[in-house]
């Protein structure tokens, strides 16, 4: 398959018929808006969290739990922003987001494991992002939890084309990426970042998404930090994607990095870790 057989065209007619079905909440446009801005204060981000009633119950739910682990109860949105941050806040309402979109499988894709892969890798692409002191630390958790998305909208709203996918990678033991692009002339990352693009996400965490299977030296220091967590997520075992093939180390990525091999051990030890306390946080 080469350059010259993507359909960009189909991609876009995908995501043209579903962004309306498949949009961010008010809320989570706005807290993007909000986070990004120099002058925002806990306050406003309390109000837009609030505005959703439903929403604001799951968060004070998820932040008195023994995942955070407070001392004292929690007993508004507004105090929790003070201690958590905006933008701890805002991957926690964006995650609750994606856990409302991880429903009603099809068999051949469990959605449930899926679910824990994107948190996991979240998890792990914070990680690595904080231990190499990263300058795209910020949007880490959430290029992790995203970069997969598209294989949500096709389970969701193309069932027979990822069943098909999925089938034939078990029949000719290929990657569910070889699959897609044999059946479709595309693959669920590009529909994925076509869908970021959609939703006004920060250029670097589609840029993550689109490039994550094969990055380049033209790729962002994000897409190469998405590129090993999504590797080291599927070696160690959590979550599932639907490809049970992992896909091999892009040259140069350890490079591009900064990250001697020799630290390769301690940087797993370090993700398991937050991996193991990222599972304890009940979205559901």
């Not at 981000?45 to 439903?54: K, L, N």
Request: glycine share 4%; proline share 4%.
């Amino acid at each position: 398959m080469t350059d010259a057989d993507f359909n960009i065209h189909e991609v876009k007619s995908r995501i043209a018929q579903v962004g309306e079905l498949f949009s961010l909440p008010d809320v989570i446009v706005r807290l993007e808006q909000l986070t990004r801005s120099q002058s925002v204060s806990a306050t406003d981000i309390a109000r837009a969290i609030e505005s959703d009633v439903a929403l604001a119950a799951k968060i004070m739910k998820v932040v008195n739990s023994p995942f955070y682990g407070f001392n004292r109860v929690i007993s508004s949105i507004n105090y929790a922003i003070v201690i958590l941050g905006f933008k701890a806040m805002r991957n926690l309402v964006l995650s609750a987001f994606v856990a409302g979109k991880c429903e009603n499988s099809i068999p051949e894709f469990p959605i449930v494991d899926f679910w824990h892969y994107a948190v996991d890798s979240a998890a792990a692409t914070e990680e690595i992002a904080r231990v190499i002191d990263s300058p795209d630390s910020g949007n880490a958790f959430v290029a992790g939890l995203l970069n997969k998305i598209g294989l949500i909208v096709m389970n969701q709203y193309y069932p027979a084309d990822l069943t098909a996918a999925v089938q034939k990678k078990r029949a000719e033991n290929i990657s569910l990426t070889d699959a897609e692009m044999e059946l479709w002339q595309f693959t669920h990352y590009d529909l994925g970042a076509q869908l970021l693009d959609h939703w006004n996400m920060p250029t670097a965490v589609v840029e993550a998404c689109r490039d994550l299977r094969a990055p380049t030296a033209n790729s962002s220091h994000l897409c190469w930090i998405c590129h090993l967590a999504n590797i080291l997520t599927q070696a160690l075992g959590f979550g599932a994607t639907g490809d049970e093939l992992i896909a091999r180390l892009a040259p140069g990525c350890l490079q591009q990095l900064n990250l001697p091999l020799p630290k390769i051990p301690d940087l797993m030890a370090q993700v398991v870790k937050k991996i193991r306390a990222q599972e304890q946080c009940d979205l559901n």
